[in-house]
């Protein structure tokens, strides 16, 4: 118990939960969510903005091996270079693409992680984004992203009322 939360009273301490959750509606489906702390927030920060290299290096690969196929057929007009490490598409590095469609997974898996299940024995803790992209297209999974977003944390205008 926080030094806060002592003062507050044992009515906040039961209060809690409620307090943290938020929840919005989606296809006609009420989700529920919950509010992470700030060094929660951080931390999600941090794995969003620097996905792991394994990861990166697992969709580069998936995105460039048909390419390597092709590697000595491709002609300069062509728009593809090949580099020692990265291939380059119409001067676009794929690597750097990786690196943005791996944040865009790690935002997606950490954001639909703080929905609350409906039972409360199940956890979203082990959840990966193969299991998301197996269920929701990703239409779907940004709308979420996007719906998630905005209940934890309201917009100023949202916030006065106005």
Not at 74 to 91: K, M
Request: hydrophobic fraction near 35%; glycine fraction near 4%.
């Amino acid at each position: 118990m926080t030094k806060l939360a002592q003062f507050l009273g044992s009515g906040y301490e039961q209060k809690r939960t409620n307090i943290f959750t938020r929840q919005f509606e989606l296809g006609g489906h009420t989700f529920k969510v919950r509010v992470p702390l700030v060094s929660e927030s951080d931390e999600i920060y941090k794995r969003v903005m620097e996905p792991s290299a394994e990861s990166i290096e697992l969709i580069y690969k998936t995105m460039t091996d048909p390419l390597q196929k092709f590697k000595t057929e491709i002609t300069d007009e062509s728009g593809f270079v090949f580099t020692e490490t990265d291939v380059l598409v119409s001067g676009r590095s794929m690597r750097e693409a990786s690196k943005n469609k791996a944040m865009t997974e790690a935002r997606i898996v950490e954001y639909i992680k703080l929905l609350i299940p409906e039972n409360p024995d199940n956890s979203l803790a082990d959840l990966t984004y193969a299991d998301i992209e197996a269920e929701f297209p990703m239409s779907v999974q940004l709308m979420l992203c996007e719906k998630i977003g905005e209940a934890i944390s309201p917009t100023y205008k949202e916030a006065r009322g106005n």
